[in-house]
């Protein structure tokens, strides 16, 4: 595994969109954060809000986040499909027979991106909102805070790799991580938070642990459907 997870690792961050991706993850975070804590700054500033009124900084930084996390689903989806798109899967499959070394493989590497990634973000978020804020930023946990997102983007990159081999389509495979995070926020909180995008935002915003294992399970649950299905079809 060690081996499969060097080769994975070597080919994904050898080209630049990767590179790109979390570049882009970093600054969509940053910058949507920042104009969340500036419309508060403005609301305060036109007597909207009283003069000491306070924001809690992991409010904008979590919806900031999930617009930055699109670019970490991105960066996981170019781990699988790019492979697909241009045929090199099959060289991959042949490499390595053992098809579902290739999917631990995939999945570490983009969980460890996610992670590193996510956290960069949460932090440079959390800083600029901070910034930006200044005397009406709230108390809050930076550190549980930032590492929380962190932890949300890696178990999206891991769903995402899953959805990959699943769908084996750039398009589908982003569409699909987008409604699943993000679009399935609209349902009903009562329903929502038993699914992925309900139970991100909650374990997100520190309303308890039990979130972050439905978010796992309906990760461990793609990633079982991914091997199964990557060991039965062709290539």
Request: glycine share 8%.
């Amino acid at each position: 595994m060690r081996n499969a997870i060097t080769a994975e690792w070597g080919k994904t961050w050898s080209l630049r969109s990767p590179w790109f991706c979390v570049v882009a993850a970093v600054l969509l975070t940053v910058g949507m954060a920042t104009t969340l804590a500036n419309d508060f700054r403005y609301d305060v500033a036109q007597g909207r809000l009283p003069g000491s009124a306070t924001l809690a900084v992991l409010d904008p930084l979590t919806q900031a986040m999930q617009l930055g996390q699109l670019a970490l689903v991105a960066l996981a989806m170019l781990v699988v499909t790019s492979e697909y798109g241009t045929g090199m899967i099959r060289s991959t499959l042949l490499a390595r027979p053992r098809r579902r070394d290739v999917l631990l493989a995939k999945t570490a590497v983009a969980a460890v991106a996610g992670f590193a990634a996510g956290l960069a973000s949460a932090a440079a978020g959390w800083a600029a909102a901070t910034l930006v804020l200044d005397d009406h930023a709230g108390t809050g946990e930076p550190v549980a805070a930032c590492l929380r997102l962190a932890v949300i983007a890696m178990l999206a990159c891991m769903f995402t790799v899953a959805a990959g081999f699943g769908l084996r389509s750039a398009a589908g495979t982003l569409t699909t991580m987008f409604v699943l995070l993000i679009g399935l926020q609209l349902v009903d909180p009562r329903i929502g938070q038993y699914l992925p995008a309900g139970a991100a935002a909650a374990f997100a915003s520190g309303d308890g642990v039990h979130h972050l294992w439905v978010f796992a399970a309906w990760t461990a649950a793609a990633q079982l459907t991914a091997g199964f299905l990557l060991a039965r079809r062709d290539a």
